[in-house]
Each structure stands twice: as structure tokens, then as C-alpha cells.
């Protein structure tokens, strides 16, 4: 079931510091060395790390 673009809308809405995680475990050292990079069909890596290096740059 799609959720409605004025849904969608009020959830961008909310700021970050109003989002409980508490619930959410943290993410340490034994997490991300048995992680694993999944890219959905038709996406490369070099294509992933190229938009995540623009984005830690502001661009």
C-alpha cells in the first residue's frame, strides 16, 4: 500500500531531534565488519560512493 504524498510530506516534516531512536540498537566495531553493501539492480558501487562523497562535501 502506497503511502500519500501528504503523508510523506508530514513525516519530512518532522525534525530530527523529535525522532525517538531509543529503540534502534547502536552500530559498533562488530556491526560493520560483517556488514555487507547491498545496491539494488542496476546501480553500481562506483555510483553509490560517488553520491556519498557529494554528499559529505555539501554538494
Request: no cysteine; hydrophobic share 40%.
Amino acid at each position: 500500500m502506497p503511502i500519500p504524498k501528504e503523508r510523506l510530506a508530514e513525516i519530512a516534516a518532522i525534525p530530527d531531534a523529535e525522532i525517538d531512536t531509543s529503540d534502534i540498537p547502536g552500530m559498533d566495531e562488530e556491526f560493520f565488519a560483517s556488514a555487507k553493501l547491498v545496491l539494488p539492480p542496476g546501480t553500481s558501487r562506483e555510483a553509490v560512493l560517488r553520491a556519498h562523497n557529494l554528499a559529505r562535501r555539501g554538494g
